[in-house]
């Protein structure tokens, strides 16, 4: 992050998402010891590039005298990616995008890591409790009541309101069930959790 954005002047959120599409993310996301601890920052970077792009790598002396906030960005984000064992994509379609964790380097830079890890868990947190519940959405988008769903899917009413209330995680109801509702719904699984 530190050399994309103060070395080839690159906008930190486009090459975030150049790191997602390019397989590098999927790479340190699994402990790949080359990408992890085998590559530098500037050999990082032109992997990314090389990918996800037809961008011209040029090269650059860079020196860094300090540890800017990108790299702290980028610290964290990798730190927060292992300790919790989830995904770039999913902690940046989540609520934690780059440049968000950019915004907290003033509050956060001179904490330990174990202070970013809790304002982190509630950023997403929050993000998920406010964001609207897929069932409800699609069954509201497919004209039908809970009471007709239940009836075309065999799941119970009961399991429904529960899914549809939050009192039940979706993502952990049974495989059978979930392929049931997207049946009813003419819909995906994936899309339903």
Avoid at 42 to 57: A, G, H
């Amino acid at each position: 992050m530190d050399y994309a954005v103060n070395a080839a002047h690159c906008d930190i959120s486009v090459f975030f998402e150049m790191f997602l599409a390019s397989g590098v993310a999927s790479q340190i996301e699994i402990g790949n010891p080359r990408y992890v601890s085998g590559l530098s920052g500037v050999e990082l970077y032109e992997m990314v590039l090389r990918k996800s792009s037809d961008f011209d790598i040029k090269e650059i002396d860079y020196q860094p005298f300090e540890r800017t906030k990108e790299f702290w960005a980028g610290w964290s984000l990798a730190y927060y990616q292992w300790f919790r064992a989830k995904s770039f994509l999913y902690i940046q379609h989540n609520g934690l995008d780059i440049k968000r964790i950019i915004s907290m380097y003033p509050t956060l830079h001179e904490a330990d890591l174990s202070k970013f890890v809790e304002v982190a868990d509630g950023i997403i947190d929050n993000y998920l409790a406010e964001r609207p519940n897929v069932l409800k959405t699609i069954r509201k988008q497919a004209r039908l009541t809970q009471q007709r769903l239940a009836e075309i899917s065999g799941v119970t009413l009961r399991m429904i309101q529960a899914y549809e209330q939050g009192d039940q995680d979706i993502r952990k109801a049974e495989a059978q069930t979930v392929l049931a509702l997207s049946k009813a719904l003419g819909c995906s699984p994936e899309s339903i959790i």
